[in-house]
């Protein structure tokens, strides 16, 4: 089992930076995959950025602007978000992908709140 609690979300103004961090626990060593999710009002949740096995991946709306990271020895995934706009506004998710006993699992954090004003 793997809990994630994210952090840093709040309100900005467009231009501005945030950085989002992911703090996970529980059965850390098996997690293969890692990122980041956002959900706006009304709209479905999309992957911003994932990172895992060597590969990282951006969502096309952010590339350039945001970076994901992840610290293994701290078990943390930090999101850094720079040059945001009102469309980046959402609820951010973290994500984590672990393989057990040849099964993969999924789970969520409870996200953080990312305002960004014009």
């Known amino acids: 089992q793997v809990q994630l609690v994210e952090s840093g979300g709040g309100l900005v103004q467009a231009g501005g930076s945030l950085r989002l961090s992911c703090a996970a626990s529980?059965?850390?060593?098996?997690?293969?995959?890692m990122g980041w999710y956002r959900q706006a009002p009304g709209k479905q949740r999309e992957l911003v950025a994932i990172t895992g096995g060597g590969t990282t991946n951006y969502a096309d709306s952010v590339k350039g602007r945001f970076t994901i990271s992840r610290d293994n020895a701290k078990n943390t995934l930090s999101l850094q978000m720079n040059s945001l706009k009102p469309d980046d506004t959402g609820e951010y998710y973290c994500?984590?992908?672990?393989?057990?006993?040849?099964?993969?699992?999924?789970?969520w954090g409870q996200g953080t709140q990312v305002t960004v004003s014009s």
């Open positions: 994500n984590a992908r672990l393989v057990s006993v040849n099964r993969e699992y999924v789970y």
């Open positions: 529980g059965s850390v060593f098996n997690i293969v995959m």
